[in-house]
């Protein structure tokens, strides 16, 4: 059986997909507990980032949404489509086009953070009541040191 798989890049101010997308991101939240944006928040944060959005048959099955500084606001694969490759997909291209991918993940989602820890993210610091239920999450970080000792140490490479 052949599937069609598609991907598409959707930049700041266009919101094509939004509906769906937020239609992903609330069965995910009903089914885990996570992924708890407020519908305005995500709508906003969507409309300002480039989102990479995946589609199997026409139908989404995951999106990664990233501000210009390589910060992940939201990563979503549907669970029926998980451990096949596809959310880390969305990381590569995420990480092909920024240094630096960072993002926050709860610290009791167990699963997200093995996810990320696969992929090379570092856990930089812990930030207590991050989130408005008063969740704790972990700041996470792949790539270069985008700090003035990174920077400068790169420019005396050269």
């Known amino acids: 059986m052949s599937v069609n798989v598609d991907l598409q890049v959707v930049g700041p101010g266009d919101d094509t997909h939004v509906e769906t997308a937020w239609r992903l991101k ?48 939201f990563l979503a694969v549907d669970p029926e489509y998980r451990g096949q490759g596809f959310g880390k997909r969305l990381i ?35 930030i207590e009541n991050y989130y408005e239920d008063g969740g704790a999450s972990f700041y996470l970080k792949r790539g270069g040191d985008d700090g003035i000792a990174g920077r400068l140490s790169e420019y005396l490479r050269r």
Request: glycine letters at 6%; a neutral charge.
């Open 26 to 73: 609330e069965d995910i939240r009903l089914r885990e507990d996570v992924l708890k944006q407020r519908r305005g928040f995500f709508t906003d944060a969507y409309r300002r980032s480039t989102v990479h959005l995946l589609f199997i048959d026409g139908r989404l099955v995951g999106f990664a949404a990233t501000r210009r500084d390589g910060y992940l606001l």
């Open 92 to 126: 590569d291209l995420v990480a092909e086009e920024n240094r630096t991918v960072t993002c926050h993940a709860r610290t009791t989602n167990e699963e997200a953070l093995a996810f990320y820890e696969q992929l090379g993210f570092e856990i930089v610091r812990r």
